[in-house]
């Protein structure tokens, strides 16, 4: 027998020996590498590990408890799918013709609801003079801002330009600088710009800018805490009912 | 017809002793194989449901989680622990026996040393051959083998084993 027929003989007197069969000293090839290995394998056999009486009923109880719960836990949620689809189909009484008739009159309901909402069931009218609802104030002064940082140090002055374009064909006059404030997080009030006392008149088309720095000071005159901020310019009412207003800014205080 | 917790008992029955004597002869510590054998388990049972005996036998199935059980405790413990042959021999047993059974204590230990001192393959053929009692089969579709190839690296190992315990065990 050549060597590799033999080496996979192997295997299967060691399958054999395994199973608790016999491999007696006829099917051990006669060779002395092949017997010494046979009886090598009974040893490595022989000191194999067991697992202990405790180990072996702890586990198995344990585990046998574990799916158990589990499939309480399956039981459980399948029953709740049932129970909803249960809950709506006990809506209905059981006998059958009473379900169609049930069904019946729900489509039927449905469909009058559909109908009405689709303004099919009202009578031709003729046109119904109503007033128009308030319409959007026109803006005169467009107003932008920018800050010369996104996010300033605790304490480190904040500097924000504003620009103002009359959008208009027409000068128009405002007062300037406009209220400003610094509004927190919270929607609080923490800063104060009081408007200027004199009115400025903007030519049609004219920009005009101005620089506000802020000290991170509130109105107290204390240090404001770190945190996220708006600058906010309240809408300012024009001469013939137009506006100027701001799109708020932020602003970010790191600590 | 049996249900789910008569099936598994049945199979935790036939393959616990395997599973456990596969990971023993890999990690030679009583109390951790007893750890990782629970963890193999734990692991089959979240599983359970959705094991299909169309994809892999069930000692196949369980003798991977075992692996890569034993993968993701090397992972986290650190390499594994080599001790020398002189060491493993020279330990002694911590409880009073009887003769017999300390020197069996020692050939095991003795054993266990030498298959840790065979290359990974070697050792991976001995533990799912001898310890966990897959056939050659199996054997070669865990490893990406061939099944004749199974059977040849298996008595080189064995040889291998042999001539590594003859030698450290006759001094």
């Given at each position: 027998m050549d060597d590799r027929s033999r080496e996979n003989r192997f295997a299967d007197d060691v399958d054999r020996m395994l199973?608790?069969?016999?491999?007696?000293?006829?099917e051990t090839r006669g060779d002395e590498g092949y017997r010494s290995n046979m009886e090598f394998a009974h040893k490595i056999i022989e000191c194999r590990g067991k697992p202990s009486l405790s180990f072996t009923q702890a586990l198995r109880g344990r585990l046998l408890a574990k799916l158990a719960e589990q499939e309480v836990a399956t039981e459980r949620r399948r029953n709740e799918k049932m129970s909803v689809r249960g809950r709506l189909l006990g809506m209905f009484p059981r006998s059958p013709a009473w379900r169609v008739a049930a069904l019946t009159v729900m489509v039927a309901v449905l469909a009058l609801v559909a109908v009405w909402r689709l303004g099919l069931l009202a009578p031709t009218k003729g046109p119904v003079l109503t007033s128009p609802g308030p319409v959007a104030p026109r803006v005169a002064v467009q107003v932008s801002a920018v800050a010369d940082k996104a996010a300033y140090a605790l304490g480190e002055n904040v500097g924000i330009r504003f620009e103002f374009r009359n959008v208009t064909s027409e000068p128009l006059s405002m007062p300037f600088p406009p209220l400003l404030r610094i509004v927190?997080?919270?929607?609080?009030?923490?800063?104060?710009?009081?408007?200027?006392?004199?009115?400025?008149?903007f030519a049609a088309g004219e920009s005009l800018t101005y620089d506000l720095s802020w000290n991170q000071r509130d109105d107290a005159g204390n240090q404001v805490p770190p945190g996220d901020y708006q600058v906010r310019m309240p809408m300012v009412?024009?001469?013939g009912g137009a506006v100027a207003g701001l799109e708020p800014l932020a602003l970010t205080i790191r600590p | 017809m049996r249900n789910?917790?008569?099936i598994f008992a049945g199979l935790y029955d036939e393959f616990m002793p395997k599973v456990y004597r596969?990971?023993?002869?890999?990690?030679?510590d009583e109390k951790l194989t007893e750890d990782l054998t629970s963890t193999?388990?734990?692991?089959?049972?979240?599983?359970?449901?959705?094991?299909?005996?169309?994809?892999?036998?069930?000692?196949t199935w369980i003798l991977s989680i075992a692996r890569n059980t034993l993968i993701d405790h090397y992972r986290?413990?650190?390499k594994r622990q080599h001790v020398s042959l002189d060491e493993a021999i020279e330990t002694p047993s911590r409880e009073p026996s009887p003769q017999e059974e300390s020197e069996k204590r020692a050939e095991t230990e003795c054993l266990l040393k030498c298959l840790g001192g065979l290359s990974e393959q070697d050792q991976e053929i001995i533990g799912l051959k001898f310890a966990a009692e897959l056939n050659n089969r199996q054997i070669a579709s865990m490893l990406g083998l061939s099944e004749s190839n199974v059977g040849v690296r298996l008595f080189r190992a064995v040889k291998k084993l042999r001539e590594g315990f003859e030698e450290s065990w006759n001094g």
């Open positions: 199973a608790g069969g016999d491999v007696g000293p006829t927190n997080a919270n929607e609080e009030i923490v800063r104060s710009f009081t408007a200027g006392q004199d009115a400025k008149t009412r024009l001469a | 789910s917790r008569e596969y990971i023993h002869c890999k990690v030679n193999v388990f734990e692991k089959a049972l979240v599983n359970f449901a959705s094991y299909s005996r169309d994809r892999a036998a069930f000692s986290t413990a650190g």
